[in-house]
């Protein structure tokens, strides 16, 4: 149903609903960088540094699909504008944070709000245009602030540490985050569906976040704990009670949040479990790269920034190949060619020492690394939303979404678990005060750890795509019969 006022331009909606997507975007990338910084001036260890990455992935994922669910019931206008609020509002905390607790607190503030903007504002996407050439080329600028948010976001993220301090990257979401809320308030339609019943499955979101949020703090204490410690194994057994009790909820609510019958379409299934392993690797892979070039390579926030530019160029190269390449071999076949490359790319990084160069060491495994996953985004989303009812099309892009940052939050606390007892070990058997080259020397040998595990993943996920999915389950794909649907 086209929902557009007559008076209200539609072009201007999607410009500040993008600003608004364009924010959320920014603030998943654009820290990335400034983590060295971080660390060095509130004392940060390595441990909680990851959860600077994981509180706002694992608060937005966990809580994705009940922001798109609000926006239908009360109002996709209501909700975009209070995320934004939500949003701006944490992005001042983070900004004025003097200590750990406050800094990994406000990000997950943030987290909540981005939860609660992205779903809404692609709703007002595809409820201001009709469908047709102009919803097109709407979700078009959509997709492509998607990509461009991630390399701009690390790009002026290193230009606003390096010239200002690193507060400043949270700084610059509060005027634009006010901005963007008083045009909205003014010229964004209201819309809602009114169909569907009005409950909201607030025991399930909370249940399955609060699980996740259990599980990688558990991982993420072992390294000083241990495995088989009390404590570690009671935070685990919390999340196992969370996460047991979020699929109970699931199975038995009249309205669930997941309706878990949509996971026996294959499709689903595979893709998501794909792409959750998948995202596992990659979030890892980016931190502990930007930790490589500052801490080890000394790279400046700014030069590690520019550093990563190549990587969005890549993953634009071959989600264009790939668009060729999908009807020619299959939609199964192309992200198996791709997660090939990207694990290459990953091996590569384990050639890499503390006096390693960036131009013939580094590059080349990123742009393999980049490439690689433009081949795999863009197929594995087509499968994802491939062989779903038309009514289920919200959901299953918005479970594809959720995988991408659980995953992403879930490999990172295990991938660092392992970095930093390697790292730990290394300088433990020195027997001796490290110098400074042996401390570089050390977390290289942690990071070693992390990229062998990345590409493990990688791997892990290509056999499982396999396995999940036969060549007649996509052949829909192959063909074009099935159209993307964002999320």
């Avoid at 540490?161 to 045009?183: M, Q």
């Avoid at 996460?243 to 949509?262: C, D, H, N, Q, W």
């Avoid at 979030?283 to 390579?297: D, E, G, H, I, S």
Wanted: charged share 10%; net charge neutral.
């Amino acid at each position: 149903m086209d929902l557009r006022a007559h008076h209200v331009n539609p072009w201007l909606v999607l410009v500040l609903v993008c600003i608004a997507q364009f924010m959320v975007v920014l603030d998943a990338t654009i820290v990335n960088v400034a983590l060295p910084s971080i660390q060095a001036d509130l004392g940060m260890s390595e441990s909680g540094l990851q959860w600077i990455v994981n509180a706002y992935a694992l608060l937005f994922g966990g809580f994705l699909l009940l922001g798109g669910r609000a926006g239908d019931l009360i109002g996709r206008k209501r909700v975009f504008l209070a995320g934004l609020v939500l949003f701006t509002s944490a992005s001042l905390l983070c900004a004025l944070a003097t200590g750990e607790t406050m800094l990994i607190l406000s990000r997950g503030l943030q987290g909540l709000g981005a939860a609660l903007v992205s779903p809404a504002a692609l709703s007002i996407v595809t409820t201001t245009f009709a469908e047709g050439a102009e919803r097109t080329k709407a979700l078009g600028v959509w997709a492509a602030i998607a990509v461009g948010g991630g390399a701009v976001g690390l790009v002026l993220g290193g230009f606003l540490v390096e010239t200002l301090s690193w507060p400043w990257i949270f700084f610059v979401n509060v005027p634009v985050g006010i901005a963007a809320f008083a045009f909205s308030l003014r010229f964004v339609p209201e819309s809602k569906d009114e169909h569907v019943h009005r409950s909201f499955d607030l025991a399930g979101a909370a249940t399955v976040t609060g699980g996740l949020i259990a599980l990688v703090y558990g991982i993420v204490r072992s390294s000083e704990s241990g495995w088989g410690s009390t404590e570690v194994l009671g935070i685990l057994a919390l999340s196992a009670v969370l996460l047991t009790g979020f699929v109970l909820i699931e199975a038995r609510s009249a309205e669930p949040l997941v309706r878990l019958s949509i996971f026996a379409v294959k499709t689903v299934r595979g893709a998501n479990v794909a792409m959750l392993i998948v995202a596992a690797g990659l979030f890892a892979m980016f931190f502990f790269n930007t930790l490589y070039l500052q801490r080890v390579l000394g790279f400046s926030p700014l030069e590690a920034g520019f550093a990563f530019v190549p990587f969005t160029a890549g993953v634009i190269v071959g989600a264009t190949i790939s668009q060729k390449l999908v009807p020619a071999l299959g939609a199964r076949e192309v992200p198996l060619i791709g997660m090939g490359f990207a694990v290459l790319g990953l091996l590569s990084f384990l050639r890499l020492t503390p006096d390693s160069s960036y131009a013939t060491d580094f590059l080349p495994g990123i742009l393999l690394t980049s490439v690689g996953m433009g081949l795999v985004f863009v197929p594995i989303t087509l499968i994802a939303t491939s062989g779903v009812p038309g009514e289920d099309a919200g959901l299953a892009s918005g479970l594809f979404n959720t995988s991408q940052q659980i995953g992403g939050a879930l490999g990172l606390a295990l991938l660092s678990t392992f970095a930093t007892n390697r790292t730990t070990d290394t300088l433990s058997s020195l027997g001796r005060r490290p110098t400074e080259a042996d401390q570089a020397g050390a977390l290289v040998d942690g990071f070693h750890v992390a990229w062998l595990g990345s590409a493990i993943l990688l791997a892990i996920a290509a056999v499982l795509l396999f396995a999940l999915l036969r060549r007649r389950d996509v052949v829909a794909v192959a063909e074009g019969e099935v159209a993307p649907v964002a999320a």
